[in-house]
């Protein structure tokens, strides 16, 4: 069998000079690989630089190709991938589990019955955590609009705190029950049965429940919508099937029956989390955005029980087709994460698209936090005049850049352009692996 590859780490070489090696070089903390091949540590003691990374550029610029995929075959750390159309997994899951020796998983919102298994329920602790997991499932996809009558957006919050406390509550009880398919389940037993009594399953449900825990968070939420008349009552059940509808087929159910993440071994070994995103539908994006938020969350908590508040290994998100998901409280993950070992990459087509998404402070502020740049071109005259600022040159210099080229910046380093390095040429020398290691 061939031996695994590793990008061997100098100064201004490039990875055409790739060559194959029985052991790994020794690189501290290990680096990340430029578009133009160079290789930087990722020590931030010695780099006094964040290993953040915004990859900027115009559709088509080969954002992906550029960055994403020579530093998931260089094989440092964790990985937790956004993975439109599932291209990543399906090229390089087989390489990074047999030539690397990760541990691969796969989450498919594309092809669910491919996937394993989410279920967002099993990270509850407290009622906050219930209450942000309500708001992320409701509100969090970008194509809703929140309704300018409070009452609305209140009542459908106070009944899905109230379902999904019932679920933590008695998951002692019922320890199969506590997910999403049950809790949609609940959300149709709340419809009245009768209108003079406003009876419904529901409520004899949540009142045996307050008999053998006098103090349910999620009796007193359902007391919150109960007395509503009929016609407000059967709005606010309809608008919240009508939010969890989307979840209610075959293969998603199965899918968010049980659970096979635990986001703290991500921390512990080398893992590779590839994360299947349509490019095209975006009904499941609030679930998405509520997976990468509990992912944070449960390395963020995992590296504050260490005694250092460092994860044991390094984890990147690689999140493609960033401004399609809304991250709550992005702007501040991204500046936290630093001193645990966490780093993001972030793909966009121009700082406006991350405007649009996250408002233009939170925008700035995400930007600020990313210590690297990398740049593949645009059309638009508004971000060349961005980077040229940045880059010192004119706009016109930066809409009429080479193709397959990049710009370059480093916190603190001259930036520079630089021809990127050449991928399918170095998959082709070298075929022989990926054919080996292709499936896994």
Not at 399 to 425: A, T, V
Request: contains cysteine; charged residues 20%; glycine residues 4%.
């Amino acid at each position: 069998m061939n031996t695994p590859i590793r990008f061997m780490e100098s100064e201004g070489m490039n990875m055409d000079n790739v060559i194959k090696q029985n052991e790994p070089l020794k690189v501290p903390d290990g680096a990340f690989v430029l578009p133009d091949g160079k290789m930087v540590s990722m020590n931030e003691r010695i780099t006094m630089l964040n290993n953040n990374v915004i990859v900027c550029g115009t559709s088509g610029s080969l954002k992906t190709r550029n960055f994403i995929i020579p530093n998931l075959l260089e094989g440092v750390g964790s990985y937790i991938i956004a993975d439109p159309k599932g291209n990543l997994y399906n090229k390089y899951a087989g390489y990074l589990q047999k030539a690397k020796l990760y541990t691969v998983k796969r989450m498919s919102f594309i092809n669910p019955e491919q996937s394993i298994h989410y279920n967002p329920l099993a990270y509850i602790k407290t009622t906050l955590d219930i209450q942000k997991l309500v708001y992320n499932l409701i509100f969090s996809n970008k194509e809703d609009k929140i309704v300018p009558d409070p009452y609305w957006n209140n009542q459908s919050v106070f009944l899905m705190n109230s379902i999904f406390a019932y679920l933590y509550e008695s998951k002692e009880d019922n320890p199969n029950n506590n997910n999403i398919p049950t809790a949609i389940n609940l959300l149709r037993a709340c419809g009245r049965t009768d209108a003079n009594t406003k009876s419904c399953k529901y409520l004899e449900i949540i009142k045996r429940h307050k008999e053998k825990y006098p103090d349910s968070w999620a009796y007193e939420q359902y007391m919150n919508v109960y007395p509503a008349p009929n016609k407000t009552y059967d709005t606010v059940v309809s608008n919240c099937l009508s939010k969890f509808s989307i979840y209610d087929t075959k293969e998603i159910r199965s899918m968010l029956s049980s659970n096979d993440l635990v986001f703290s071994d991500i921390g512990k070994q080398k893992c590779a989390l590839f994360i299947e995103i349509s490019d095209t539908d975006k009904s499941m994006q609030p679930l998405i955005n509520t997976l990468f938020t509990q992912a944070f969350n449960e390395l963020c908590l995992y590296a504050d029980s260490r005694e250092d508040s460092r994860l044991p290994v390094p984890t990147r998100f690689f999140l493609d087709d960033f401004p399609s998901m809304k991250i709550p409280d992005f702007d501040i993950k991204s500046a936290n994460i630093r001193s645990r070992k966490i780093s993001v990459t972030i793909v966009i087509q121009s700082p406006s698209q991350l405007a649009g998404i996250y408002g233009e402070n939170s925008a700035n502020t995400i930007i600020d936090n990313c210590d690297t740049l990398i740049f593949t071109g645009t059309n638009s005259p508004e971000t060349a005049k961005a980077i040229g600022l940045r880059a010192n040159k004119t706009p016109d210099t930066i809409l009429h850049m080479p193709l397959g080229h990049s710009w370059i910046f480093r916190r603190g380093q001259i930036p520079y352009m630089c021809k990127n390095f050449n991928l399918d040429e170095w998959i082709e020398d070298n075929h022989h692996l990926f054919n080996v290691y292709k499936k896994i």
